[in-house]
């Protein structure tokens, strides 16, 4: 799972001079075991949940998902990110088209008529805009701890109004990260809030992802019901990082990228 990270500004990382220097950032499960792993070398990013990962190329604004399981991966660059929030403003569109028409058709329906498809809808009618995504909120708890030897904040993310988890959130300028590396993190992360925005009636993604990294992640709700367990950073190291952890396993198939208009 995608840990919320950096929201350390470019023009701050702008002053700092770019020495690049692997790093490793290793969380562990509640047993010990090892967990979520992100790598960073010259400007890639590895994000590894288990037999998936998500890499990052910054130079080339390249995202490729990779699946263990079914041993495939799917390559998103900017040119596919915007075919696929055209195809998302398309599918927008055509639905709001399409609940103006019927609400045309209901307004001439007999009362009893009307009244029947509205209990049929659940006797809320028919909306007037395709639905906006749940609101996301970061709530400060107000209290820290050190979580491997680093402080971090208490937050609560809550999602329509529901806990999703709670998390203890660092600055990444406190962490042992170097600058350069901070940069390929932050690119990332602004690269998936784009992926996220593209979803319909906008995204709260800006949300999702508080400033810095965090050090501990607790699941609440459906996730902890559906057996997520909680994670914590166990060690920040820079020791030599293998090329090949960017680059798709030997054998995977490529998928292709679904396209989300609607003809």
């Not at 079914?70 to 040119?79: C, F, G, K």
């Not at 749940?134 to 999602?159: H, N, W, Y």
């Not at 367990?229 to 998928?255: M, N």
Request: aromatic fraction near 4%.
């Amino acid at each position: 799972m995608w840990k919320p990270l950096t929201a350390a500004t470019l023009t701050a990382l702008a002053l700092t001079a770019p020495a690049f220097a692997d790093t490793h950032i290793a969380f562990v499960d509640d047993a010990g075991k090892p967990a979520t792993q992100v790598y960073v070398k010259d400007g890639n990013v590895r994000l590894e949940t288990g037999g998936d990962a998500i890499l990052f190329d910054t130079a080339a604004g390249r995202f490729t998902m990779i699946d263990g399981e079914q041993r495939s991966y799917l390559v998103m660059d900017a040119a596919g990110m915007e075919r696929m929030a055209a195809g998302a403003r398309q599918a927008q569109e055509q639905m709001a088209g399409a609940m103006a028409q019927m609400q045309e058709q209901m307004a001439q329906m007999p009362p009893e008529q009307r009244a029947m498809m509205e209990q049929m809808m659940g006797g809320a009618g028919v909306p007037t805009a395709p639905m906006a995504p749940p609101k996301v909120e970061i709530k400060d708890a107000g209290s820290t701890q050190k979580v491997a030897g680093f402080r971090c904040k208490d937050v609560q993310m809550l999602t329509g109004g529901r806990p999703v988890a709670r998390m203890c959130v660092a600055d990444l300028e406190s962490l042992d990260i170097p600058a350069a590396d901070r940069a390929a993190l932050d690119a990332m992360h602004q690269g998936m809030k784009k992926m996220a925005a593209m979803g319909p009636a906008g995204s709260a993604a800006p949300d999702i992802m508080p400033e810095g990294l965090a050090l501990k992640y607790v699941p609440q709700g459906a996730a902890a019901r559906d057996g997520e367990g909680p994670e914590a950073l166990q060690s920040i190291s820079h020791g030599a990082v293998k090329a090949d952890l960017f680059a798709v396993p030997r054998g995977y198939t490529e998928e292709v990228m679904p396209d989300m208009g609607v003809r």
